[in-house]
């Protein structure tokens, strides 16, 4: 007979595996909690909670350079100069 095969709860969003469903909902609340920024994978929707992190999945398991998920950086054109205008009627 087979005893003690325990059911496992992996947490989806950084695989981490807790053994009830209790601790897995206290963990998503703790590590994953909707305030809390997270960093997903555009690729498989992994969440890291480091940028750091994520770029260093994607690089690994993506074989991608995470700069072409990202956004192109903006591109601030300088301020005008200011115009010393004094309107005078
Ligand atoms: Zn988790
Ligand atoms: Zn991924």
């Known amino acids: 007979m087979l005893a003690g095969l325990k059911k496992v709860f992996p947490c989806l969003a950084c695989g ?7 601790s897995l909902k206290r ?9 809390q920024e997270e960093y997903r994978c555009a ?3 992994r969440v890291y909670c480091s940028r750091n992190s994520l770029m260093t999945h994607i690089y690994t398991y993506h ?3 995470p700069t072409m ?3 192109p950086p ?3 054109a300088p301020p005008p ?8 009627f």
């Open 69 to 71: 998920l990202l956004p």
């Open 43 to 45: 690729i498989c929707e």
């Open 27 to 35: 963990h998503v609340a703790d590590k994953h909690a909707s305030r």
């Open 74 to 76: 903006p591109h601030h």
């Open 81 to 88: 100069p200011a115009t010393h205008s004094d309107v005078k």
């Open 16 to 22: 981490k595996v807790l053994c009830s469903k209790a």
């Open 63 to 65: 074989k991608t350079r």
